[in-house]
């Protein structure tokens, strides 16, 4: 009879966990098998290794997903339209700006810095993941503002890929900023000055004339046969 392997050693839950942390902070071509072996702990071997993941690629996706559904949900608010499409955009900003000075984990986010060392052409695809959420994200801040536009809480003029974009290049510059251990307390701050950019956009919208705002509102062209009649539009 065949000898059956050794069992694993490692609790595999508690794996995907610690291989998370170490591409999270080291990045995927960075990150050797060698580090992923000692860093799994339980002696795994490379063959337990490939026996339990497939490959560093099949792992990292699996880092990958359990990222987007934990850490990465920060920003899930900006498609919540039960909140005003500022209050949306200042929740995942904060939220996003806390996760990423938390002790307990890499700081940063891993979406940001997961391949910031460039894969190689030959694992370009697994990028994949992470620059699809970054769009998602992306596209959460340009549909805040545009759903704030159609509000009327921001002029009619604004290019929301434009405005959405010194949102979105602030929230990428976090990963940097907390890498750096600049204190969470400065970014909470710096986002208050940042969210001045909306105010100030938001200044432009030409208030509502007295009859609309009451909920009565007089047509242009009522407005002109009045005129015409010798009446002044009230």
């Not at 904060?94 to 694992?123: F, I, T, W, Y």
């Not at 949102?167 to 969470?184: T, W």
Request: net charge neutral; hydrophobic share 40%.
């Amino acid at each position: 009879m065949a000898q059956m392997g050794r069992p694993r050693t490692f609790d595999r839950e508690h794996a995907v966990e610690q291989a998370m942390h170490l591409f999270w902070q080291h990045g995927y071509d960075a990150t050797s098998l060698a580090q992923l072996k000692a860093g799994l702990g339980g002696g795994i071997s490379a063959p337990s290794f490939y026996a339990a993941f497939g490959s560093k690629e099949a792992l990292f996706d699996e880092c990958v997903q359990r990222y987007l559904a934990t850490y990465a949900q920060v920003t899930e608010c900006l498609w919540d339209e039960s909140l005003i499409p500022r209050q949306a955009v200042e929740t995942a900003l904060r939220q996003s700006a806390r996760m990423q000075c938390e002790d307990g984990h890499p700081k940063g986010c891993m979406v940001a810095l997961g391949v910031m060392s460039a894969p190689s052409p030959e694992n370009a695809r697994v990028a994949t993941g992470l620059t699809q959420s970054r769009l998602r994200t992306r596209a959460g801040i340009v549909a805040c503002v545009e759903r704030a536009i159609r509000l009327g809480q921001l002029p009619q003029t604004l290019n929301p890929a434009v405005m959405a974009t010194v949102f979105d290049s602030f929230l990428q510059g976090i990963s940097i900023l907390a890498r750096d251990n600049v204190p969470h307390a400065t970014l909470d701050a710096a986002i208050s000055q940042l969210l001045l950019t909306w105010d100030i956009a938001a200044s432009a919208v030409p208030p509502l004339r007295p009859d609309v705002a009451s909920g009565n509102p007089q047509s242009p062209a009522l407005d002109a046969a009045h005129t015409a009649h010798g009446h002044t539009a009230r």
